[in-house]
T-cell receptor, first 114, second 113 residues
């Protein structure tokens, strides 16, 4: 597609359930980033991928969070045993290379944990 | 700790006037700065950027100024238009950090007709 695509756009889940969020980056973009935006806050870095490897996972809040990327394309962010504080908008971005600072964002997945 | 700060949560400006959005940072390793614009229910959209080797970058109605000694940057929009109403985020990156962006909390700009 022309831009970064994220699915689902909205997800409501019960506390304790696992969720999987998907990101399709811009075709040919080798770098992929995940961010989280809590209500009224700025974007918070979670993890980035260069190709299929993740050199920096420092932003993942706990071991309940994991991410993978396959085929240098689609990435999934998985949250296990969701908690209410996980409620946020999860945003994915891609850039053409690691050296390119400009990142292009998807519309995000709004996660609500009840 | 908040490495990038936008101290004004909101700003209201009359159409046709100048909008000035401010951003401060603490990490001297940051060498690239960006402004993103965000409408509700959409992802942030890249607006303009500046490298630390420059002190000004201009693109149409948008100009970004960087004062490295003060660790301060600002975005000027002139003339402001109602369509500019959105949340503006300042972001910074360091060359040795893989391109990850550190964002400020955002400033909501309202341009009134």
């Amino acid at each position: 597609g022309a831009g970064v695509s994220q699915s689902p756009s909205n997800k409501v889940t019960e506390k304790g359930k696992d969720v999987e969020l998907r990101c399709d980056p811009i075709s040919g973009h080798t770098a992929l980033y995940w961010y989280r935006q809590r209500l009224g806050q700025g974007l918070e870095f979670l993890i980035y991928f260069q190709g299929n490897s993740a050199p920096d996972k420092s932003g993942l809040p706990s071991d309940r969070f994991s991410a993978e990327r396959t085929g240098e394309s689609v990435s999934t962010l998985t949250i296990q045993r969701t908690q209410q504080e996980d409620s946020a908008v999860y945003l994915c971005a891609s850039s053409s290379s690691l050296g390119s600072n400009i990142q292009y964002f998807g519309a995000g997945t709004r996660l609500s944990v009840l | 700790d908040q490495q990038v700060k936008q101290n004004s949560p909101s700003l209201s400006v009359q159409e046709g006037r100048i909008s000035i959005l401010n951003c401060d940072y603490t990490n001297s390793m940051f060498d690239y700065f960006l402004w993103y614009k965000k409408y509700p229910a959409e992802g942030p959209t890249f607006l303009i950027s500046i490298s630390s080797i420059k002190d000004k970058n201009e693109d149409g109605r948008f100009t970004v100024f960087l004062n490295k000694s003060a660790k301060h940057l600002s975005l000027h929009i002139v003339p402001s238009q109602p369509g500019d109403s959105a949340v503006y985020f300042c972001a910074a990156s360091a060359n040795n950090q893989g391109g990850k962006l550190i964002f400020g909390q955002g400033t909501e700009l309202s341009v009134k007709p």
